[in-house]
């Protein structure tokens, strides 16, 4: 694993996802096989392996200070292309130098926050996030531990996130679901639907068809999940009958476990 610390431009900046997006971490340890985030390398001139580095934005919450000053109010998502709960969080603490900071901010008043990850560390940080009013999201797509450990392999287990996140809830914590992506013969939407159906709300994202995505993935899909190479081709090939089988069953189980879905969000016309 390349690791080091990073001086970093800008904390807190505005993206066309949201209003704003903070990452405290470039890279990302979970190595998930899907990541869309892998495009990063290309602006930063990284060589190694997607999942084989991480680069801690040292100065982030102290640049975040000015910056909560002089933005205009919005919405601030963390985080968008790492997890900023991913292992090495647990030693450096800066995610929750991050949250501290806000916390502290006496412009912190201008923003609603929300926070996305797979990992049960953000245990640690349910005070800082309840006393923040920030939404929690878990992001899932199978509950099959074994498919979970090949395609997300230091990510915590699904039923480890779950978990979490009903702890979270039973804090005071507003909590969603992020079922993403919906892997062809792998993700069972009605199964996650069910376990997820304690939180407000959920997202739903199909698999990123960009070329560096499908790179990664498809190799381990072949050798791990052979029987499911036909639906991952129909799905890449056919992508507008891919959404609308998805779109399809996402209506009917919204409806069957009453929990509403933000919005089925799509790659391939990107």
């Known amino acids: 694993m390349e690791f080091k610390e990073i001086k970093c431009k800008s904390c ?22 899907y990541c ?52 090495i969080e647990g030693k450096l603490l800066l995610t929750r ?11 912190k008043n201008k923003f609603t926050m929300e926070i996305l990850t797979k990992s049960a560390l953000v245990k640690r940080d349910f005070d800082l996030i309840k006393g923040l009013n920030a939404e929690l ?3 899932v797509n199978t509950l099959n531990e074994k498919a979970a450990r090949i395609i997300e392999p230091l990510a915590s287990s699904p039923l480890e996130r779950i978990k979490t996140l009903k702890e979270a809830k039973e804090a005071g914590i507003h909590v969603y679901g992020f079922i993403s992506p919906v892997l062809p013969g792998i993700t069972n939407l009605e ?11 959920v ?4 698999l990123n068809m960009r070329k560096a995505c499908l790179e990664r993935l498809m190799p381990a899909v072949r050798k791990e999940f052979p029987e499911t190479a036909k639906s991952f081709d129909f799905a890449i090939n056919h992508p507008e009958e891919y959404y609308n089988n998805v779109k399809k069953e996402v209506e009917m ?17 990107e």
């Open 203 to 206: 997202w739903v994202e199909l």
């Open 36 to 87: 869309y985030a892998v495009f990063i390398k290309r602006f930063q001139d990284i060589k190694a392996e997607w999942g084989d580095f991480v680069y801690a934005k040292a100065n982030c919450p102290e640049l975040l200070k000015k910056e909560l000053e002089k933005n205009k109010p919005g919405h601030i998502w963390i985080s968008s292309v790492t997890d900023c709960y991913q292992p």
């Open 253 to 269: 189980l919204s409806k069957k476990y009453n929990l509403r879905v933000q919005d089925i969000v799509r790659h391939d016309k």
């Open 97 to 107: 130098k991050v949250l501290e900071t806000i916390a502290k901010s006496p412009n």
């Open 12 to 33: 807190m900046t505005k993206s066309k996802l949201t209003d704003y997006v903070i990452n405290p971490y470039t890279g990302c340890m979970h190595g998930c096989k």
């Open 191 to 201: 199964e996650i639907f069910e376990a997820l159906q304690f939180c407000e709300y």
């Open 137 to 139: 999201g878990m992001s």
